[in-house]
């Protein structure tokens, strides 16, 4: 309890966003009942299909720069790093409109998810909050400014939330899942912005064309090793909604969108918070002590293990019961898809947070190699589903099976480059 209450140390900060986290999704299971009652599974399934494009088009928006904004030493250097992703984010953003335009329609055909075409204008702005956002919350690290990270998370969540079921009880149909997304993803990068000007002024006056170029070139292999690795790495993720919607229709995807919802996405974002947390002071360990980095990383895995474990494994012996009782009967497929994924969310919710320490004991080459490896195999699951006709249950326990593995993999490569690696030096001249 001393450690949760001292501020500024490695426990007390991974409480503080998990706290905020716990809350935000709080406020959306409670409303999430309503929302299936609201929507139809169709509508999740578009939803799905939204999110899925989205995220693929959201991991180039900065092109990977943001990642390396808690490297530097100087203040200054991180403070060309961040108007450096902004200003790619803005552009990309732009570009968004007119490919919208030309490569929609065949888009949406190939999923599936015709009815998606008239929400598809919307890419642009989720694409410029969010990367915007995205950005701002690595200088926030940096700061470990964690009690505004925090602030923000919450406000994402109610501004989501609160719009779904808002638009919800308009009956205006899938736009009213699709405009609480981007209002979610939206908010709280201005207060981010605002804050960061205002408490490092002197930093952000010594911006310039010339630094951000050397500092663009100083970090080259985020873009070009962690840029091509997170585009493949996201591929492997949501080509996996996209293929369902195809195969299956966006009614079965919208089963298993919310099953991911219910589950995994707010243990996603528990690990979202550890994962801020750790990477800070995960970068501060990699310059000083990488003893201390190894003692750091089996302690995250033991406690990020206890945390999952247990409503994970509840939900995988109840689930089919317990999603018809709180969801409708509509929903019960959803809480049978949740079973075959239990492994999956466990390994997930443990290596993904501190798959980061590749990132920053600056091998991203294995991550690249592995992000390969998995969209190969998946690939592979894909293809034997197209071809023998697999039923959507045998699908999605393959597609369990094969990722449990891939990602145990992943957390032993992260551990395997801290026993090898030695203590970085990161000055620049």
């Not at 990977?64 to 250097?77: F, M, N, S």
């Not at 991180?78 to 450096?84: M, P």
């Not at 699709?178 to 408490?199: D, Y």
Request: net charge positive.
């Amino acid at each position: 309890m001393r450690n949760i209450f001292q501020k500024g140390n490695f426990t007390h900060s991974v409480f503080l966003l998990m706290s905020s986290t716990a809350l935000s999704q709080f406020v959306a299971m409670l409303t999430m009942p309503i929302l299936t009652r609201l929507y139809k599974p169709e509508d999740f399934g578009l939803l799905a299909v939204y999110g899925s494009i989205f995220s693929l088009l959201l991991i180039i928006a900065s092109i990977r720069y943001e990642l390396a904004v808690p490297l530097p030493k100087k203040d200054e250097d991180a403070a060309n790093l961040l108007v450096l992703s902004l200003t790619i984010v803005l552009c990309f953003s732009i570009l968004t409109i007119p490919a919208v335009y030309l490569l929609g329609d065949g888009v949406i055909r190939w999923v599936g998810a015709p009815a998606l075409k008239p929400y598809l204008w919307l890419l642009s702005l989720s694409l410029l909050g969010a990367g915007s956002y995205q950005a701002l919350s690595y200088w926030a690290i940096r700061k470990k400014d964690f009690t505004r990270i925090a602030q923000t998370k919450v406000s994402q969540s109610l501004g989501r939330t609160l719009s779904q079921v808002g638009l919800g009880f308009l009956h205006v149909g899938p736009i009213g899942l699709l405009l609480g997304l981007v209002a979610g993803q939206s908010l709280g990068f201005g207060t981010l912005g605002i804050m960061a000007v205002k408490n490092d002024k002197e930093a952000f006056k010594r911006i310039s064309f010339e630094r951000m170029r050397l500092v663009a070139y100083r970090y080259r292999r985020f873009p070009l090793i962690s840029g091509s690795s997170g585009i493949i790495n996201t591929i492997g993720l949501e080509l996996q909604p996209l293929f369902m919607s195809a195969f299956y229709g966006p009614r079965v995807l919208g089963w298993f969108s919310l099953g991911e919802q219910v589950i995994g996405v707010p243990m996603s974002l528990l690990g979202v918070a550890v994962s801020q947390v750790y990477y800070g002071e995960a970068s501060r360990l990699a310059r000083e002590s990488v003893e201390e980095l190894k003692k750091l990383f089996s302690q995250t895995v033991k406690k990020l293990f206890m945390i999952g474990c247990i409503p994970i494994t509840l939900l995988g012996i109840k689930g089919p019961w317990l999603f018809a009782l709180v969801f409708g009967d509509i929903w019960q497929q959803a809480g049978v898809y949740t079973q075959l994924l239990t492994l999956l969310f466990v390994i997930k919710f443990v290596a993904i947070p501190l798959s980061c320490t590749l990132e920053i004991l600056e091998r991203q080459d294995l991550k690249f190699y592995w992000d390969i490896g998995r969209l190969g195999i998946l690939l592979g699951v894909f293809t034997l589903a197209r071809t023998f006709g697999w039923s959507d249950w045998l699908f999605v326990l393959s597609y369990s099976v094969v990722m449990s593995i891939s990602y145990g993999i992943l957390l032993i490569l992260s551990y395997m480059v801290i026993k090898s690696a030695k203590t970085l030096h990161l000055d620049e001249k």
